[in-house]
């Protein structure tokens, strides 16, 4: 016969209440990549450049392109992906960018750890720099995003947080709000690079 003591009993409860949370947490969150296929993805870019679904990733190399989601265009978001740069590589998350981006069109959250340019993963391109090498080349890492339109002190503004493998680094106020909404998109910088990307969702946030 099983016994179970007060505190085990206990145990048993908080357990199955941290997981109904895990469950609730997660809800809202959209897959954009199945793991399989390029559904819902198109190139934008050089043709000799190659994305490819490789080991459940998607695979970037080759010459310059981008490669954006045409599912939707988004505004105000929680956004994540499992993201790995290749040493001397270059590549950038963007997010409200065009349905035919150039490098200049979107916000772009810098992935590179190793790269000439020193600009490295956790930059908001052009507008915040990281200089530190946070994470070393070839290695998962988490990239995680919050974007919302806002006010702060009677100006409006769009608000934007970064974090990497869950530690957030900054939140960035962009008073001109330069891009206003669109679509995410991923980088391949040169022929030297190579991004891995994978796991990307989206939570879409009210007003």
Not at 16 to 35: Q, R, T, Y
Not at 81 to 105: H, M, Q, V, W
Not at 137 to 157: Q, S
Request: aromatic share 12%.
């Amino acid at each position: 016969m099983l016994k179970f003591t007060g505190n085990l009993v206990l145990s048993m409860v908080i357990l199955s209440g941290l997981a109904v949370a895990c469950h609730a947490a997660e809800e809202g969150w959209v897959p954009l990549f199945d793991g399989t296929s390029l559904e819902g993805w198109e190139k934008v870019g050089k043709e000799e450049s190659v994305w490819e679904v490789q080991d459940g990733a998607i695979c970037g190399s080759g010459e310059a392109s981008m490669l954006v989601c045409t599912k939707d265009s988004y505004k105000n978001f929680r956004y994540r992906a499992e993201i790995k740069i290749s040493d001397g590589g270059n590549s950038g998350l963007y997010f409200r960018t065009t349905r035919e981006p150039s490098f200049k069109d979107g916000y772009e959250a810098q992935i590179d750890s190793t790269h000439r340019d020193p600009i490295r993963t956790g930059s908001l391109y052009g507008f915040c720099h990281v200089y530190q090498q946070l994470v070393a080349p070839d290695t998962w890492f988490t990239y995680e995003l919050e974007v919302r339109d806002d006010v702060w002190r009677g100006r409006p503004m769009t608000r934007i947080k970064i974090a990497v493998d869950g530690n957030e680094l900054y939140e960035y106020l962009d008073f001109a709000q330069t891009f206003p909404e669109g679509h995410f998109a991923f980088q391949q910088h040169d022929p030297g690079s190579k991004v891995a990307i994978r796991k990307v969702e989206v939570l879409p946030l009210g007003d």
